[in-house]
């Protein structure tokens, strides 16, 4: 299921659109053991990002497009969070006044395939190109329940495939 998690949304409007807004998009950190090169790099990444900023730039949207982890273990969440938090607090003491707005999307690498998989594999041996049914949205996104957990916490999430919200909504 096509699934994000999105921070702070609660009041989007046309204002988002009407002014300069900056999105950065990163993805597949992979993080497996906590020791990859691409963590000691977010300054770089925060003064990249920043570097594209004018002065009008107004919001800059952080889309992390999935693999964060590499096999969707809660410590690999974690450490691909800070990560993302130290990229955030860079842009923030680099540019006044910006706002930095938060879109997640889990990808493959962020499923635990741990445990008892078989009601899943079942369900998915029976899926059409219907929607599926709300009740059986859960069972699909096991695997990804930590990053939901981890990475979204009581953010809002949605589904780009329908027009209601899966699961949780603030």
């Known amino acids: 299921a096509n699934v994000a998690c999105v921070s702070s949304f609660k009041s989007i409007s046309r204002d988002y659109f009407e002014m300069k807004t900056l999105i950065a998009h990163l993805c597949d950190l992979h993080i497996h053991t906590g020791c990859e090169w691409v963590l000691d790099n ?3 990444a925060a003064r990249q990002i920043v570097g594209k900023t004018s002065e009008d730039t107004k919001c800059i949207f952080l889309v992390f497009a999935g693999d964060l982890a590499y096999s969707g273990k809660k410590e690999q969440f974690e450490v691909a969070l800070s990560f993302y938090e130290y990229i955030e607090e860079e842009i923030r003491n680099s540019v006044d006044g910006i706002e930095v707005k938060k879109i997640e999307v889990p990808g493959n690498h962020d499923c635990n395939f741990d445990g008892d998989q ?3 594999y079942k369900l998915l041996q029976s ?3 219907d929607t599926p049914a709300v009740s059986e949205v859960p069972v699909y996104l096991q ?4 990053f939901f957990e981890c990475v979204c916490g009581d953010e809002t999430l949605i589904s780009l495939t329908r027009d209601e919200p899966l699961g ?3």
């Open 118 to 120: 078989t009601a899943r």
């Open 42 to 44: 977010y300054q770089q």
């Open 143 to 146: 695997p990804q329940e930590e």
């Open 168 to 170: 949780r909504c603030v």
């Open 127 to 129: 899926v059409t190109e």
